[in-house]
């Protein structure tokens, strides 16, 4: 963990506080790693979206568990498991809102979180090893989202495992034997269904290991902020509470509300209708599409007409983020003095959201075109925009520390001009 | 290190051989081995028992009286939790069949080589591509260009042979392993 001057906080000279953190340190854990816990002065609101994403994981366990003391994990009685939630139980239709719109909530706070690292080049040295460790929640994320959505066992729910187990069938030799052993039989059925729900159960836990990993890399060199510059001494940092526990649980406030609206007035925008269709082997929908979330993943499996081709295609487009900090040649971090990057920042984000839309539609026409383009331009931006950019783009001057555009006036902090970002 | 002349063993040397390696480097290594096989033994039974289990295995064949439906019809059974297709093929679809197998094929196999008895033709109902059922089976349904089936999942197009013709699936609808066990009656698997 950083070391820096840290004086104790006042509850830290408590007899009681004293006994146990000398047989258990968990106070002084506390008072380092979030009370006094030094955090960049100029952290924006775009800096909370990693606390909410760790109150999403908590709601998600606790909607989850209380979901699952009602949930019959069987092909034969799943689905009137969830109808009986909805109706029956005591707010169970409240519970299962929450957990249904709170995967939504959580996925929108995760993207918006790792686009706040694209934008701010949190990436970059020495924070690689805390992005991957990003990433890796990330898809972990997503096998939950994929296995929960299969337990309510609707018309969705199947079909969308049936396509998406199937994807492994695309690999050569093994592919058939991965997926009769994914299904546990010759389809997806009971044993699927089983798996998948004590998998749904776990995985979460795992994700907040992953998640302990992940603060404990960044808490190693703290926090990138939106000038992308390292803290040069205590004048640049200020103790995380009360300014960012206040900052923080003020930006919850706003998401709850926003999060409460989905959940009591329009519980099913996020939805689709067809899976209050119980589950039936032998019809497949006529539009089968993923939660929203996978969309652009989707596109990108749909934009090449090979079907081992859309598959590696669709896991590189992940892979790919795991080699981001090698391939931004840049060393400046924030994009507000990379005045090239931002553009493609800014189109990266659109070709993420048409790769959205074009997943939502049926694979053909403008919107399969869509996709393509789109694809091509996710890869394109990873594998030749940013290494070339790192070359050819000219930053602008990066200001001498944090606190001087804030305390100097700023105008002294700029003559820094140009000078290559620290790597301290 | 030993001194020379000294009794004194440095922990974990133990007597070295005249090469340098010692009696412990050997009990390390096979110690090593044994836990690491045992280890990937034990492994394999939690992977394998994720694999389809000795009663799913058991449900594996399904019987069908092929007495009731009348040429030109179809109808779908369930096999092993999959649907199968039993058409009972029109003249006309024999013969355009058998023209195909001259026809471009993406995954070429002769009709012939796909039905036991012309007239029936017994299908896997699960698109190759990524596992939908294809339309087809009632009258009303699309067939797609080549007057098969239609996936409607992303486009793939099958012939009366069930033979894939167009779009990403990449293979023929699979034909199962079946027996006539009389003159009326299939048994699948
Ligand atoms: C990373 C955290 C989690 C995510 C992203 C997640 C996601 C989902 C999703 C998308 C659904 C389908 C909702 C629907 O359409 O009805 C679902 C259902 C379910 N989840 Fe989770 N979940 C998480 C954590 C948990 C935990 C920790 C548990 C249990 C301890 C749990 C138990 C259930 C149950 C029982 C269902 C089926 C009932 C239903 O469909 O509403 N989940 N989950
Ligand atoms: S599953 Fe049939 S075309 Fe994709």
Known sequence: ?????????????????????????????????????????????????????????????????????????????????????????????????????????????????????????????????????????????????????????????????????????????????????????????????????????????????????????????????????????????????????????????????????????????????????????????????????????????????????????????????????????????????????RVFFWLFVICCLALGWAGAMPAEGVPLLVGQVATVWYFLHFLVFLPLLGWFERPLPLPASIAEPVLGGGKAGMVAATKPMEKA | MAQPGSTTITEGEGRKHPDGTTRRDFLYLSAGAFAGTGAVLTGWAFIHSMNPAADVLALASTEVNLAPIAVGQAITVTWRGKPVFVRHRTAEEIAKAKEDDKAALPDPQPDARRVQKPEWLVLVGVCTHLGCVPLGQKPSDAKGDFGGWFCPCHGSHYDTSGRIRRGPAPANLAVPSYAFTNDTTIRIG
């Open chain 1, 1 to 341: 963990m950083a070391k820096y001057d840290y004086v104790p906080s006042p509850f830290m000279a408590n007899s009681i506080v004293k006994w146990v953190d000398h047989r258990l340190p968990i106070f002084t854990l506390i008072d380092e790693q979030l009370v006094k816990y030094p955090a960049p002065r100029n952290l924006n609101y775009l800096w909370n979206f990693g606390s909410l994403a760790g109150i999403m994981l908590v709601v998600m366990i606790l909607s989850g568990i209380f979901l699952a003391m009602n949930y019959n994990p069987s092909t034969a009685g799943a689905f009137d498991s969830v109808e009986r939630i909805m109706r029956d139980v005591n707010y169970g239709w409240l519970i299962r809102y929450i957990h249904m719109n709170g995967a939504s909530m959580f996925f929108i706070v995760v993207y918006i979180h790792i686009l706040r690292g694209l934008y701010y080049g949190s990436y970059k040295y020495p924070r690689e090893i805390l992005w991957w460790l990003g990433i890796v929640i990330f898809l972990l994320m997503m096998a939950t989202a994929f296995m929960g959505y299969v337990l309510p066992w609707g018309q969705m729910s199947f079909w969308g495992a049936t396509v998406i187990t199937n994807l492994f069938s695309a690999f050569p030799i093994v592919g058939e034997h991965i997926v009769l052993w994914l299904w546990g039989g010759f389809s997806v059925d009971n044993p699927t269904l089983n798996r998948f729900f004590a998998l749904h159960y776990l995985m979460p836990f795992v994700i907040a290991g992953v998640v302990l990993l992940h603060l404990w890399a960044l808490h190693v060199h703290g926090s990138n902020n939106p000038l992308g510059i390292d803290a040069k001494g205590p004048q640049d940092k200020i103790p995380f509470h009360p300014y960012y526990t206040v900052k923080d649980a003020f930006g919850l406030a706003v998401f709850f509300i926003i999060f409460a609206y989905f959940v009591f007035f329009s519980p099913y925008t996020l939805g689709h209708p067809d899976n209050w269709i119980e589950a039936n082997p032998l019809v497949t929908p006529p539009h089968i599409v993923p939660e929203w979330y996978f969309l652009p993943f989707y596109a990108v499996l749909r934009a090449v007409p090979d079907k081992l081709g859309g598959v590696l295609l669709m896991f590189g487009s992940i892979a790919i983020l795991f080699l981001l900090p090698w391939l931004d040649t840049s060393r400046v971090r924030s994009a507000r003095f990379r005045p090239a990057y």
